[in-house]
């Protein structure tokens, strides 16, 4: 059974394919409205989420699937002890494929291991974020046009952000890119990462605390949320959360191609006022999160037709 729990789990040949399928349903989306019929998707949501489970639940209608789950872990009998591998067991009995998103890494893996139907990491606490990343993957090359040879600077919380660890795993990939990690000194990049994907493969990266020193030499910005449920106490959370505050001033000395992305949400890392300048992609990026979810569900979907 094939299952998406962390990037890697795709080669560059599986990624592409799915970023071409996801650009044929934007192209074509009447071809794709019947895909799904009589399939079921359940999204089992054991933490907050707005895009993640409503763009997976929007791609299952859009391709004809409907949909199953619950958006809070206290609304399931987890909350009665219920433990993962036994959810999944039994929820594999109602649907065809599952997206579930927990704040324990490694939840969905576990969940793996014991599943029946294909099972979709939807993120995992600090750990990994698959669809966001193909999510990411899509905006950058419908944006440059290409996956290789750019600059990107990720910016903020390196050290919980899911997006940010799946993202550099997927781009040490890719041909001539280079890595500008913009954080404090506490949410540095963690050094597993460092040590095993960029160093590892000897990937060109630069470490700093300087948004505006780096800023011209970007072709994409990563911004990221400060995530106060990551920290465990308040104090350090309210002393970070404004690290980095994106404004139009900030870009004067930026490309006038740059291509700025957020997984979002956004609390105040980037103004408001920078919505309407055409370099802010992350509206754009929200809505391709949709058609690669239905790219995904489509190819899961198919190979697991094919094991039975
Ligand atoms: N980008 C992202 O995962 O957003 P949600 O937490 O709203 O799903």
Known sequence: ????????????????????????????????????????????????????RLSFEAAMYELG???????????????????VSDTIRVVGCYADIIAMRHPKEGAPMVGAMHSTVPIINAGDGGHNHPTQTLTDLMTIRREKGRLDNFTIGFCGDLKFGRTVHSLIAALSRCENVNFVLISPEELKLPSYIKKDVLQEQGLPYVQTTDLTAV??????????????????NEEDYLRLKDSYILTPEK???????????HPLPRVNEIDTAI??????????????????????????LEEAQHEH
């Open 65 to 83: 699937g409907q949909v199953l789950g619950f958006s809070e872990a206290a609304s399931s009998s987890a909350s009665k002890g219920e433990s």
């Open 275 to 300: 919505d309407a300048d055409p370099r802010a992609c992350y509206f754009r990026q929200a809505l391709n999160g949709k058609y690669v979810r239905m790219a995904l569900i489509l190819k899961l």
């Open 1 to 52: 059974m094939k299952h998406l729990i962390d990037i890697r789990d795709l080669t560059q040949a599986e990624i592409v394919s799915l970023l071409d399928l996801a650009d044929d349903i934007v192209a074509h989306p009447e071809e794709y409205r019947e895909k799904c019929h009589y399939k079921k998707l359940a999204t089992l949501f054991f933490e907050p989420s707005t895009r993640t």
């Open 215 to 232: 800023m011209p030499e970007l072709d994409v910005l990563y911004m990221t949320r400060v995530q106060r449920e990551r920290f465990f």
């Open 251 to 261: 870009l004067q000395n930026a490309k006038p191609d740059l291509s700025i992305l």
